[in-house]
């Protein structure tokens, strides 16, 4: 059993950065593959980024790489997500989710078994 608490979120202006943290329970954060995904009003939850289990492979959506960047510290038992040039469009609900197979795949079918995180929000302004 894992339980995840994400912070960070809030209202920022279109080009500003936000960075989310996603804070782990459990002795065996280091063998979970960590992911980010998102959903807007009204739209279903994607994929945003994610994260092998030392860290050394990543994983993005077309939609936001080369402005998100996804990092872990095994030791705090924390996965980030560093977002830059927000748009509009990236406003939702932001999850954070732990795959005990260890996987940073970006498709849904790999975390059917995942922990997930409440959420936090994030507002881009335009």
């Known amino acids: 059993q894992m339980q995840l608490v994400e912070s960070g979120g809030g209202l920022v202006q279109a080009g500003g950065s936000l960075r989310l943290s996603c804070a782990a329970s459990?002795?065996?954060?280091?063998?979970?593959?960590m992911g980010w995904f998102r959903q807007a009003p009204g739209k279903e939850r994607e994929f945003v980024a994610a994260?092998?289990?030392?860290?050394?492979?990543?994983n993005y959506a077309d939609s936001v790489k080369g402005r998100f960047t996804i990092s872990r510290d095994n030791d705090k038992n924390t996965v980030y997500l560093l977002m830059t040039s927000l748009l509009p469009e990236d406003t939702a609900v932001y999850f954070c989710?732990?795959?005990?197979?260890?996987?940073?795949?970006?498709?849904?079918?790999?975390?059917?078994?995942?922990?997930w995180g409440q959420g936090t929000q994030v507002t881009v302004s335009s």
């Open positions: 459990g002795r065996t954060f280091s063998s979970y593959g």
């Open positions: 994260i092998s289990t030392r860290g050394r492979r990543t």
């Open positions: 989710a732990a795959d005990p197979n260890g996987n940073y795949y970006s498709s849904s079918y790999y975390w059917s078994n995942a922990y």
